[in-house]
């Protein structure tokens, strides 16, 4: 059946008319729009046709030719304009205003309604295919615009009380302080937003070992910092004790040519780590000695002086070094800081080595827990071991990779704030339950 011979069937069911040639003028009228034909029929009837065909016929040669048939397609979404409020009370003024023009009795109303209702049933069965389309539909997030990109990480700042409020709360939970002030005309400032605090390691040592405050330099907290710590360039980043409000650990004034990067801050902050502790009582800054007159001074003293200007001349000329701009408050001039922890070395005995060399290890999982791991010589390796792993797996990994930890070399793993040795965990911790994945691990040759 033609598409013109389906319309002519749907006309006559509408209209209850039993003349072909009648739908197929009424049609030819209304363009080829159903809806139109049967209310120009409806109407015609009602305004006096009294269902003679040939009135109709004839009312149909007193009309001017039907404008050139134009057919265009319209794409629905059934499913929604079903759910949506607003289309159905849209459509249900519409199907009054119809009725109330093209239907002049109840009888005709009730028989449209009938015809409306059996086109909806028809579209059930559709509806019902396409439920499970639905489930698939997923909202697509806007892309991010450059405020929140560049925006400050406020789920990791502590912004009560200000600097005495967060060095409070990092005394009270044995955390250190660390600090950051920007300034808004340097992008820096805002690459560092970007790019390191948003850093998924970066936020865990945030998160298990620091408290951190971040402030403007315009502000009268950022004024008052400044003033305070001697803030020299931005960016500014440092480590305060906060038991005594000491600086011990900072960096500022870097470019985007040399920028901190997140793996950078992350190792500074692993290593500060692990050289300091709040179970060590805080360090006191010593006083400044008196310098002496040169004249006073031995041979030897005099050269020893000279040699230390000449280092601190060439520090001062090497703008661009990373290590000039860190500076270490409360290392140890004695041989305490260069003592091991209290830690068991791995290899004890060749027994021990033997069984972490030739331990199978077995092939990276593709979903596993990711670990960072801080060789001696600074290299870093990344790697994902299965969460039920023995913490032993992770030594004979570092064992089989390293050098000189296969050829005996003994060594300590470090994890954690502040740093705890793994070695007591090995053979009887899963990965999973020491909470490794997503964390870092120093690994450091025993002295």
Not at 70 to 81: G, I, V
Not at 172 to 186: G, M, Y
Not at 316 to 330: F, T
Not at 398 to 416: D, H, L, S, Y
Request: hydrophobic residues 35%.
């Amino acid at each position: 059946m033609s598409a013109n011979d389906e319309l002519v069937s749907q006309f006559l069911a509408f209209t209850g008319s039993a003349d072909p040639s009648s739908a197929t003028s009424y049609l030819e009228m209304s363009g080829g729009n159903l809806e139109t034909a049967v209310s120009l029929f409806l109407e015609h009837q009602q305004g006096g046709g009294g269902g003679n065909d040939a009135a109709a016929n004839s009312f149909a040669d007193d009309i001017r030719a039907p404008d050139e048939t134009r057919t265009m397609r319209l794409m629905d979404d059934h499913t929604l304009h079903h759910q949506d409020p607003t289309f159905q009370l849209m459509n249900a003024m519409m199907e009054e205003q119809f009725a109330q023009t093209a239907f002049g009795s109840s009888r005709r109303m009730t028989d449209v309604r009938a015809a409306v209702n059996a086109a909806a049933a028809a579209y059930d069965e559709k509806d019902d295919m396409d439920t499970d389309d639905d489930d698939e539909v997923q909202i697509i997030q806007p892309p991010p615009n450059l405020t929140d990109m560049f925006a400050p990480p406020d789920h990791l700042l502590h912004k009560a009380g200000g600097f005495q409020g967060a060095r409070t709360m990092a005394k009270d939970s044995k955390r250190w302080l660390l600090v950051n002030i920007q300034k808004d005309d340097e992008f820096a400032c805002h690459a560092l937003n970007r790019d390191v605090w948003r850093d998924e390691l970066v936020e865990n040592l945030i998160r298990e070992g620091f408290i951190f405050w971040q402030q403007r330099d315009i502000t009268p907290e950022g004024q008052t910092y400044v003033e305070r710590y001697k803030v020299t360039d931005y960016p500014h980043v440092a480590i305060i004790d906060p038991r005594t409000g000491r600086l011990v650990w900072k960096k500022e004034g870097w470019t985007m040519e040399r920028p901190m990067t997140a793996d950078y801050f992350a190792e500074r902050a692993m290593d500060f780590c692990s050289r300091n502790s709040f179970d060590r009582p805080p360090q006191v800054a010593r006083p400044a000695g008196v310098k002496r007159p040169v004249q006073d001074m031995s041979e030897d003293e005099q050269l020893q002086a000279a040699m230390k200007a000449s280092l601190q001349d060439n520090r001062a000329d090497d703008k661009d070094d990373d290590d000039s701009s860190v500076l270490y408050v409360n290392d140890d001039d004695d041989e305490e800081d260069d003592k091991p922890m209290d830690s068991k070395p791995v290899a004890q005995g060749s027994s021990m080595h033997n069984e972490l060399v030739n331990m199978t290890v077995g092939e990276e999982p593709a979903d596993g827990a990711r670990i960072q791991i801080r060789m001696p010589d600074g290299k870093r390796v990344i790697r994902k071991f299965a969460a039920g792993d023995c913490v032993k797996v992770l030594y004979a990994f570092i064992a089989q990779t390293n050098e000189e930890a296969r050829g005996g070399k003994e060594f300590v793993v470090m994890a954690g704030f502040p740093p705890e040795d793994l070695a007591g965990k090995m053979e009887r911790e899963t990965i999973e339950a020491c909470q490794l994945a997503g964390q870092a691990v120093t690994v450091r040759w025993k002295s």
